[in-house]
C-alpha cells in the first residue's frame, strides 16, 4: 500500500460548524504532515507530525487543531473557520521527517 | 530568508515537442531538491536530487541538479497531453523541518 488516504474529498462549512480531516497511511511512515494550498499557488506547510509527536506548527490559528492518534492517522479539527480558509488541504507522509513526501489527494474545503 | 524561484510560470507547447523547466535557489543549509507534478489534486513525486551533475531519469523525464548554480531543470521529451500539470520544485535543508515550494510552473501540452 503506497497511498495516503484523505476523507472527505470535499466539504462545505459553515461559520459556525465543527468538522474534522482524516487522513491515513499504511506505509510505516513516521512523519506526517498538513498543508493547506490555494488556487495558483504551491503547498504551505500547516503542520509537523514525528513519532506522533507534533514537532512543528507554523503559526497556524488556533481554528485549526491537529491530532495523530496513532502512527497511521492524522486528523485536521476544524472550529469557527474564516472564507479565507476555503483552500485545498493536503496530508502527506514520509518515512522520517526530511525525506521525499507522499501526498494524498486533498479535501478541498470551502468555508461559507 | 530562504526562496525557490520556478521559470517559466506557465508554458503552452504542442505534443512531442521537448520542455526545460527551470529551479533556482536560495536557501541555507541545503540538503536536497525535489520535483513533483500536481495535476488535479495530489503532488506526486517526481525526482529527488542531491548531488550535482548526476542526472536522474524516469522514461521520458529527466532532472539534473547543478549545486554551483544553485538551479535545477526538469526535462520532458516527447511531450503528451498527460503531461499537462503543475510542476513544483522544493528544496529540503538539513535540519530542516519544511519543505520549501516554489510557485511552480504550469504545463500545457497541446495536441
Known amino acids: 500500500d503506497t497511498e495516503v488516504t484523505q476523507t472527505p474529498k470535499h466539504l462545505v462549512m459553515g461559520m459556525t460548524n465543527k468538522k474534522s480531516l482524516k487522513c491515513e497511511q499504511h506505509?510505516?511512515?513516521?512523519?506526517m504532515y498538513w498543508y493547506k494550498q490555494k488556487a495558483k499557488k504551491p503547498p504551505e506547510l500547516m503542520f509537523v507530525?514525528?513519532?506522533?509527536?507534533?514537532?512543528i506548527n507554523e503559526s497556524v490559528p488556533s481554528r485549526f487543531s491537529p491530532e495523530c492518534p496513532n502512527s497511521s492517522l492524522l486528523n485536521l479539527h476544524l472550529h469557527a473557520l474564516q472564507p479565507e480558509d476555503s483552500a485545498l488541504y493536503l496530508c502527506?507522509?514520509?518515512?522520517?521527517?526530511?525525506?521525499?513526501?507522499?501526498f494524498g489527494s486533498g479535501t478541498q474545503l470551502s468555508v461559507l | 530568508e530562504d526562496k525557490v524561484v520556478q521559470s517559466p510560470l506557465s508554458l503552452v507547447v504542442h505534443e512531442g515537442d521537448t520542455v526545460t523547466l527551470n529551479c533556482s535557489y536560495e536557501?541555507?543549509?541545503?540538503?536536497?531538491l525535489l520535483w513533483y507534478k500536481q495535476e488535479k489534486k495530489a503532488p506526486t513525486f517526481l525526482f529527488m536530487l542531491?548531488?550535482?551533475?548526476i542526472e536522474k531519469k524516469s522514461g521520458r523525464l529527466s532532472s539534473i541538479l547543478d549545486k554551483k548554480e544553485l538551479s535545477s531543470i526538469l526535462n520532458i521529451t516527447a511531450t503528451q497531453t498527460g503531461d499537462s500539470a503543475i510542476y513544483l520544485c522544493?528544496?529540503?535543508?538539513?535540519?530542516?523541518?519544511?519543505?520549501?515550494f516554489g510557485a511552480g510552473t504550469i504545463l500545457r501540452v497541446k495536441s
Open positions: 522544493a528544496v529540503d535543508r538539513e535540519y530542516g523541518n519544511k519543505l520549501v
Open positions: 507530525y514525528s513519532y506522533e509527536k507534533l514537532s
Open positions: 502527506a507522509s514520509s518515512l522520517n521527517r526530511g525525506e521525499k513526501l507522499f
Open positions: 506505509m510505516g511512515h513516521r512523519a
Open positions: 536557501v541555507t543549509n541545503f540538503r536536497s
Open positions: 542531491t548531488s550535482s551533475g
